[in-house]
């Protein structure tokens, strides 16, 4: 029966030869015969690979053949699997995860070499390594299976034949049987094409690299039509569809979907572009600082850390602009950056709060030249990514037609207040700075219905209003150009249009690509304009700029006429990738963890600031009632505040309801969340969110309570779970496991000082040298890990709180801060004849080389810095914050001052 089988192949096959083909005769030579035999053997494979994909498998033969993967198998169980033949291997000696293999080369580069081969040829003698991820598997027999062999965008076809293999027939179906969609694998055999003209490889070798443990999807991928930058997208043809998937599990997103690889090789084709155009025009890159004491060069709210060893606050940069200035004053007349920066700010379809910039910063040029930069950059990107200059863009949506945008130069270019007049047929007052200004613009945005939240400053006014009339026009590329002062604080003044600067903003459907200026290079103008821009941070306007006194100073050294550019590179991959979520070009985008729970779940809720301050005023009571039942149960350790402190907190409370009374007739909604303390209305921040916090009502020998524990009622251990109405700072009460630290208590409870700017030193240092000794690490050393690390962050909080309190200027402003004011060191003083007081001195100090003469110079700075301390305690001690923060403000100059002359001695 074989006999006839085999004889009956045999006829099917050479029936099947191409018309033309010369039948071999007995005689002919051995070489030819053999070849003549793979021909044959080629046929019969795709035969059995025909007959494998069209006649379903019986139960007893998908046993007997391969024990394949199961769709219908439950994921977890398959998981399940997949370890206990991890296991398996182990147990036998194996490592399932080798630690090298010799790639030959890539699978493009493979199908670049050898695609040019015939139907049916093979090459036995080269032997190439492949290795990548396996996205399809399919079986024909035990003894035959097929794969796709994914690496870097490209795929190609691993036929995997037993009489090809190094292994027998049992061993080859055992690992073969193991292989699932997802791993990761190396191959080693010769090259060839089937019959039918699929480039394969043919392996003598089949490694297993890595394991996948999930269940993978089974589509091919890498195999679809390849997607081209400029043209529209359909993520619904997408394997992996779901979006919070794709963007918290990116790995995925770019093994399964195409489009996602394709995405993001073009944003580095972007960004190679860019930096080619630059380098061509001799610019240097450069690398700028990211830690900065003042985040300043743009209008954003900063993410704010702290240096601990230095005990410093420190801003993430949310522009690099004003150390590229410093550079181009130092002579390096064409510098740039593309890089990172940080803004604390919403995040929406457009927004990130990290996100990537390209600034560049040309001498002798302005913003004329940067207009035409612009065009000849972006229209040549867009012609070396498409051949043209137009591209579709799904503004509406992917459901919807797409747009098409012109990148054909020139771009269109529109001036801001002379356009704005013309579409909202209004008129705009000459004299910006005016408080008429500011209410005639309040009432333009009420009139047309344009919201903008508090604080309504000019230039937010103005911002929103341009939002609402210009920006929505610009589809293709506009120049919206010649933007007031009170917007620009860094840009020179227009040259024929006062009020006006040198700037213009380059928007596309609708949003900002880039932004560009004249650079002002005025150092007086520049310290006036920071002043302005404090006027509007003291108003509440957090996107305020702060002052950076180091910039003005390197503008005094002389800025050459410059030309400076910012471009948002995640937009412009947005726009030429057709993708609507800033998201999807970013990798690693930041998202909500999955388990943050709902708004409403916290406890937030809409609520008028003065029924919480009352409120909080029952809470004092509250306190001292219960305080005196807990002394009543408790007996003698237990002891209160005197009532003067009691009463002072209270004093404070009734003052800070006349101030919100007054605040709540303008804006009566705030958000408040009775687990935190009161949030208060940013349009004068006269108080932080800590304003109304009665701290510090009970204290022992080491246990705490404060307002907020009032709130949560009771601490609990995370070790013993015990649970007591006291807070422990250091130990639980019940299993003494070292607790974490609480950061409801202050640096004066740590210390059990009272909570006032004139302390005891000898008293400070006594105290901090008994905390660190219960907290040193060779009392804890015995303890888990999780109690050390405990330990440490105690320790840190010990060390910072000492600091804190030694100096007499970072005491000062953590007192106010428990009051509830923060202040910031960088605010300066505005006061032209203090200002003339300290330069001079900042003068006699550079100039002074006489240690004699730079002593009696700190002698005198040491005596306007006591006087300034001495002012200080009398303000706050009679409540009058805002001399308070004057004092402080002062003592800050002359703090330095003093510092440098140390530095100098």
């Known amino acids: 029966m074989e006999e006839h089988l085999d004889l009956a192949s045999k006829s099917m096959a050479s029936c099947s030869l191409e018309p033309g083909a010369r039948v071999e005769t007995r005689n002919k030579s051995a070489e030819k015969r053999e070849k003549k035999n793979m021909k044959r053997e080629e046929e019969r494979r795709l035969k059995e690979e025909e007959k494998a994909k069209q006649a379903p498998k019986t139960n007893s033969q998908t046993k007997k053949v391969v024990a394949a993967d199961d769709e219908d198998m439950d994921p977890t169980q398959f998981c399940e699997n997949r370890l206990k033949y991890l296991a398996t291997e182990n147990d036998k000696g194996k490592n399932p995860y080798p630690h090298k293999f010799h790639v030959l080369m890539s699978v493009s580069q493979y199908i670049d070499k050898y695609n040019t081969l015939n139907n049916g040829d093979h090459v036995e003698d080269d032997q190439i390594s492949l290795a990548g991820r396996i996205m399809s598997k399919r079986c024909s027999s035990s003894k035959l299976f097929f794969y796709d062999l994914f690496n870097r965008d490209y795929t190609v076809q691993i036929m995997a034949d037993a009489s090809k293999s190094e292994l027998d027939e049992a061993e080859f179906a055992r690992l073969h049987a193991n292989v699932k969609c997802g791993d990761i694998v190396g191959v080693s055999g010769f090259p060839g094409k089937t019959k039918r003209g699929e480039l394969s490889i043919f392996p003598r070798l089949f490694t297993v690299l890595s394991h996948c443990l999930h269940m993978f999807p089974r589509q091919k991928a890498g195999r679809s039509n390849i997607w081209v930058p400029g043209t529209p997208r359909n993520p619904e043809t997408y394997i992996l569809k779901d979006q919070e998937t794709r963007y918290r599990q990116r790995y995925l997103d770019l093994i399964l979907n195409n489009e996602s690889l394709q995405i993001f090789k073009t944003r580095t084709i972007i960004t190679k572009h860019i930096e080619r155009y630059l380098d061509d025009r001799d610019f240097w890159e450069v690398e700028t600082p990211i830690l900065n004491r003042n985040a300043g060069g743009a209008a954003a709210r900063p993410f704010e850390s702290h240096h601990n060893d230095l005990n410093m606050k420190l801003s993430m940069r949310i522009a690099p602009e004003l150390f590229l200035k410093q550079l181009v004053v130092a002579g390096l007349d064409r510098v740039y950056e593309i890089g990172k920066q940080f803004r604390n700010e919403g995040i929406d379809l457009t927004h990130n709060p990290e996100f990537t910039t390209c600034e560049f910063y040309m001498a002798y040029a302005d913003y004329n030249d940067l207009m035409d930069m612009t065009e000849e950059l972006l229209s040549g990107l867009v012609k070396e990514l498409t051949g043209g200059y137009k591209i579709k863009y799904h503004a509406n949506g992917y459901d919807k037609d797409p747009i098409v945008i012109d990148f054909t130069p020139p771009f269109r270019r529109i001036d801001m207040v002379e356009d704005l007049k013309k579409i909202a047929e209004i008129n705009i007052p000459k004299d910006l700075a005016s408080k008429e200004a500011n209410k005639y613009l309040i009432d333009v945005c009420e009139r047309f219905d344009v919201k903008c939240p508090p604080p309504m400053t000019t230039a937010r006014l103005l911002d929103k209003l341009v939002g609402h009339f210009l920006e929505g026009t610009c589809d293709n590329p506009t120049f919206i150009m010649n933007h007031p002062e009170i917007m620009s604080p860094l840009a020179k003044s227009h040259r024929s249009k006062k009020g006006l600067t040198e700037r213009f903003e380059l928007f596309v459907n609708q949003h900002e690509l880039c932004?560009?200026?004249?650079?002002?290079?005025?150092?007086?103008?520049?310290?006036?304009?920071?002043?302005?821009?404090?006027?509007?941070?003291?108003?509440?306007?957090?996107?305020?700029?702060?002052?950076?006194?180091?910039?003005?100073?390197?503008?005094?050294?002389?800025?050459?006429?410059?030309?400076?550019?910012?471009?948002?590179?995640?937009?412009?991959v947005m726009l030429l990738t057709d993708s609507l979520n800033i998201k999807d070009v970013i990798l690693f985008p930041l998202m909500k963890p999955q388990d943050e729970p709902a708004a409403s779940s916290r406890g937030i809720v809409e609520e008028s600031p003065v029924c919480e301050s009352v409120k909080r005023m029952y809470n004092i009571t509250e306190c001292i009632e219960r305080l005196n039942a807990m002394?009543?149960?408790?007996?003698?350790?237990?002891?209160?505040?005197?009532?003067?402190?009691?009463?002072?907190k209270t004093k404070k409370l009734v003052a800070s309801i006349t101030t919100l009374y007054r605040q709540s007739r303008s804006s009566s909604t705030f958000r408040f969340n009775p687990i935190s303390t009161i949030a208060v209305n940013s349009q004068t921040q006269l108080r932080s969110r800590e304003s109304l916090e009665p701290k510090g009502l009970r204290f022992t020998g080491r246990v705490f309570c404060s307002e907020s524990d009032v709130k949560r009622s009771f601490f609990k251990c995370w070790n013993c779970g015990f649970s007591s109405e006291k807070v422990a700072f250091l130990f639980c009460d019940s299993?003494?496991?070292?607790?974490?630290?609480?950061?409801?208590?202050?640096?004066?409870?740590?210390?059990?000082?009272?909570?006032?700017?004139?302390?005891?030193?000898?008293?400070?240092?006594?105290?901090?040298?008994?905390?660190?000794?219960k907290l040193h690490p060779d009392l804890v050393h015995n303890k888990s890990k999780k109690e050390r690390d405990y330990a440490a962050d105690q320790s840190a909080k010990v060390t910072e709180a000492c600091r804190t309190l030694?100096?007499?200027?970072?005491?000062?402003?953590?007192?106010?801060?428990?009051?509830?004011?923060?202040?910031?060191?960088?605010?300066t003083i505005t006061d032209p004849t203090l200002l003339m007081e300290i330069m001079e001195l900042r003068e006699a100090i550079a100039e002074a080389d006489d240690p004699k003469e730079l002593n009696e110079i700190r002698s005198q700075v040491q005596e306007k810095l006591k006087q300034w301390s001495d002012s200080f305690v009398e303000a706050f001690e009679s409540q009058k914050y805002d001399e308070a923060v004057k004092c402080i403000q002062r003592m800050t100059y002359y703090e330095r001052a003093c510092e440098e002359i140390v530095k100098k001695l």
Request: proline letters at 3%; aromatic letters at 10%.
């Open 631 to 648: 002394k009543e149960e408790e007996g003698s350790d237990l002891y209160l505040f005197d009532l003067d402190d009691i009463m002072n």
């Open 515 to 572: 932004n560009a200026y004249t650079e002002l290079n005025d150092p007086v103008v520049q310290r006036q304009r920071f002043a302005d821009q404090l006027k509007d941070r003291q108003c509440g306007d957090d996107e305020a700029m702060a002052i950076d006194e180091s910039f003005c100073t390197a503008l005094e050294y002389g800025l050459p006429p410059t030309g400076g550019w910012g471009l948002g590179i995640d937009r412009l």
């Open 735 to 773: 299993c003494r496991s070292i607790q974490p630290v609480d950061d409801s208590v202050d640096y004066f409870q740590i210390f059990g000082l009272e909570k006032k700017y004139e302390i005891d030193d000898g008293s400070l240092e006594g105290k901090y040298k008994d905390w660190q000794k």
């Open 806 to 827: 030694t100096k007499r200027l970072s005491r000062a402003m953590y007192i106010m801060k428990l009051n509830g004011i923060n202040i910031n060191e960088e605010d």
